[in-house]
């Protein structure tokens, strides 16, 4: 399946591999800010929709 | 401890977007379904020109994107803001202002299109005023979220406002790039770029409209109307980051994907493919976030029609974002392309996710809003079973005939020679397929009335809160922020985070497109290839104005089956004086690109009686009639600026030729005129046809296409 992307880039392969290399600094980036959270700090975060004080739910 | 601060919140401008959401939803709907009716019976286009296919199309699918989900997007962001902010919308002028602008917009949209004013681009149709206005709206809509924002009293930036933001700064660079246009007149211009460019920059925007107004805020959306509705968290936050960041930066690269085959420079295709192929995994990702938010409350599914709707959009968001990859394959995509498949793929994600989570929304905020309870749970289940079932009565027919005709088209006999050489036998064996997602769409609509009336009746039994009553203690700025993570700085700084999300999604578009732009041998010149004479050129622009791009693609794609059927495969040197391309990516008709070859050829008779009446020349068919063209007067005012527009826009018209295009117009259309009259054509009265009616232009861009490059070989590789 990969061959179908890679077939018919002749020359232009730069484009493939700078983009791709991009996303994975971009993306390991991302992950560590995402590891580095505390579970304090997602539970304030995560709580922030629910914390609107008023009567809730709609049953 | 500090003091608490009193405000209120403003649910009256949510009311409003809530009340236009339903009236441009039943409007936009409604249009769809007389669109989907002409597919199979085109009386339905009520024999004016204002209500055929190629005019409605446009305006359907405005209605439904930009004036059904934008005002949906509007209602859910300006009730979540205030609360994610603990604050106030930043102006209730702003406010106003951007709901009535916003309505203006779609009520221009709704006068220009049936009018034949459309720029061609698909969901960009609207001409360039109406851009500009857009322009004006959504900075006042960026400036009133910013304000809020950046006025709030809560320190965090939930997760949900990050979508706002993202979607705020990409439909604004979107807009402007797909938006340079060279302006001849109050209501027509033509786009700066031309062919393969132009091409790259429609589809870069179109994938990217789906992407960041159909997509990113509903995706936002979810994650605040979901824990809400469920009373209970997202299941998992760093997921939700995970999600945000990396769906924002491979998006914005998948758009060469609708370009499959085309002749788009491969490499640019193949990043399509594979950005495509990348887009499963934050999708997905969502997905899951959103289903298993409700881990634990799936006996109140069972009952709570609001939470359903939830499950089942979520789902077809899934559904929809794991097929648009595999449509991207480019085997997948050389069946599927051009085919009711497609429309099946959008329908699941429009009338699934959009349309299930802005029904979910406006069942739980009417009664919040109201003060009361929602009117019945019944009515709102019944919903959504209509609502359900009416999206597999539209989707699978569509699957089913987009498969058949895809099959058609290429299917060969032992003899070598296409089974289906006449396009119209494909066309007839799908209209029972027609009539069926139509039906489908009367039942999703039905639904949608029953939605109304519950919502009526719900609004009656309350009265709303136009302010509603709040209270939050300031945030303090004086906080220790030296020994911070750069991450918790993120989450604290609105600006920094529309800083970021841009650089994000620039990356992406400029790695497509500035090699596209400013490497020459992507678009290998042809020397045959010359600009229209201004008789075509005129005509071409009927073509846009009709909206014949709509059922009609102009562009072979290099396979044996459209070969075989059309001639040779289209190449990016032929669209290099096209301004706007017109590809076009649906074939209810036949290809166009090479009609006027020697191959396809037809008499100037056998068009003039096809687009008066189609079904006369060929048994069966569900092209529109046209039969004004034969009596409305060529309008050839601006024959001459347009020449020097296009001249402007880099297509070599002699020096000074704009002075003899009129005559140059005139011969051309005497001599078909001529033609015409020598093939036996008379109007209806017995008088001969005139030359300086529309449809001869027409006619010469017709017998126009394709024929530059079967005078020579390409040139340049």
Not at chain 2, 191 to 209: E, F, K, T
Not at chain 2, 403 to 426: A, S
Not at chain 2, 569 to 596: C, I, M, N, Q
Request: glycine letters at 6%; aromatic letters at 14%; a positive charge.
């Amino acid at each position: 399946m990969f061959k179908q992307f890679i077939s018919g880039v002749e020359g232009m392969d730069q484009y493939l591999i700078f983009s791709m290399i991009v996303f994975l600094v971009f993306f390991a980036g991302v992950l560590i800010y995402v590891v580095r959270m505390t579970k304090e700090e997602i539970d304030i975060l995560s709580n922030i929709p629910l914390n609107d004080k008023e009567t809730d739910s709609h049953e | 401890m500090t003091h608490i601060e009193k405000f209120s919140y403003d649910n009256k401008i949510v009311r409003d977007f809530g009340i236009a959401t339903v009236i441009w939803g039943i409007v936009g709907m409604l249009i769809g379904l007389l669109a989907a009716i002409q597919l199979y019976e085109p009386a339905a286009n009520l024999g004016n020109p204002y209500t055929t296919f190629g005019r409605i199309r446009p305006l359907h699918t405005n209605a439904v994107i930009f004036a059904f989900v934008g005002n949906a997007i509007f209602m859910g962001i300006y009730y979540s803001l205030q609360r994610l902010c603990k604050a106030r919308m930043f102006s209730d002028l702003l406010s106003k202002l951007h709901f009535w602008g916003w309505q203006l917009i779609i009520v221009a949209a709704a006068i220009t299109l049936p009018l034949g004013m459309t720029s061609s681009h698909e969901y960009a149709e609207l001409e360039w005023p109406i851009d500009i206005a857009i322009t004006l709206i959504w900075v006042i809509f960026g400036w009133n979220m910013f304000g809020t924002i950046l006025r709030r009293r809560e320190k965090h930036l939930y997760v949900a406002i990050w979508f706002y933001i993202a979607t705020f700064v990409t439909v604004a660079v979107l807009h402007l790039v797909n938006s340079f246009q060279l302006p001849i007149s109050l209501f027509k211009s033509y786009y700066w770029y031309s062919g393969v460019q132009d091409a790259l920059v429609q589809w870069w925007y179109g994938h990217n409209a789906v992407a960041f107004f159909l997509t990113t805020p509903f995706l936002g959306l979810m994650y605040y109307y979901l824990p809400k509705a469920a009373n209970r968290p997202v299941y998992s936050y760093k997921l939700s980051i995970l999600h945000f960041w990396t769906l924002i930066f491979i998006y914005i690269w998948a758009g060469p994907h609708h370009l499959l085959y085309s002749s788009l420079p491969n490499w640019a295709q193949s990043l399509g493919t594979a950005f495509s192929i990348m887009l499963i995994a934050p999708s997905w990702g969502g997905m899951i976030n959103g289903l298993l938010t409700l881990r634990g409350a799936w006996d109140r599914v069972r009952e709570d029609a609001i939470l359903k709707f939830f499950v089942v959009a979520v789902t077809a968001y899934g559904m929809a974002t794991l097929e648009g990859p595999l449509l991207s394959l480019k085997n997948v995509n050389a069946i599927a392309h051009f085919t009711d498949w497609i429309v099946a793929h959008v329908h699941v994600g429009a009338l699934g996710w959009n349309g299930l989570m802005t029904f979910a929304m406006l069942y739980w905020l009417a009664p919040k809003i109201y003060n009361t309870k929602l009117y019945s749970m019944k009515l709102a289940n019944t919903h959504f079973w209509l609502a359900t079932l009416g999206i597999a009565f539209y989707a699978i027919p569509m699957y089913w005939s987009g498969w058949q005709q895809g099959q058609m088209w290429k299917d060969f006999g032992p003899d070598g020679y296409l089974v289906y050489p006449e396009f119209i036998k494909t066309t007839m064996s799908i209209l029972p397929m027609h009539v069926m997602r139509s039906i489908g769409g009367t039942i999703y609509l039905t639904g949608v009335f029953v939605m109304a009336y519950n919502l009526y009746k719900t609004v009656k039994s309350g009265r709303l809160v136009a302010n509603e009553a709040a209270e939050a203690a300031p945030l303090l700025n004086n906080e220790n922020h030296g020994k911070e993570y750069w991450h918790r700085i993120i989450e604290r700084k609105p600006t920094l985070m529309l800083v970021l999300s841009l650089i994000v999604i620039m990356i992406g578009g400029a790695v497509e497109m500035v090699p596209t732009f400013l490497i020459k041998s992507n678009v290998p010149t042809i020397a045959a290839v010359k600009p229209y004479t201004p008789l075509e050129l005129e005509g071409r622009d009927l073509y846009i104005k009709e909206g014949c791009v709509g059922c009609h693609s102009q562009t072979v794609r290099p396979f044996r089956s459209e070969t075989e059927r059309y001639g040779e495969y289209s190449k990016a040197g032929e669209f290099v004086y096209d301004h706007p391309f017109l590809w076009g990516s649906k074939r209810t008709g036949p290809d166009l690109a090479r009609e006027g070859t020697a191959k396809l050829f037809k008499q100037d008779s056998w068009h003039y009686y096809h687009l008066v009446k189609p079904s006369e020349m060929t048994q069966g068919s569900i092209m529109p009639p046209y039969p004004w063209l034969t009596t409305n007067t060529l309008n050839t005012s601006q024959t001459v600026s347009k020449i020097k527009a296009m001249r402007t826009l880099g297509v070599p018209y002699p020096k000074d030729y704009e002075k003899q295009a009129l005559s140059d117009l005139k011969k051309q259309a005497e001599k078909i005129a001529a033609n015409l009259k020598k093939e036996g054509v008379r109007n209806k009265d017995k008088s001969e046809v005139s030359p300086d009616v529309e449809v001869i232009a027409l006619i010469a861009y017709l017998q126009r296409l394709g024929t530059d490059i079967s005078k020579s070989e390409t040139t340049n590789p």
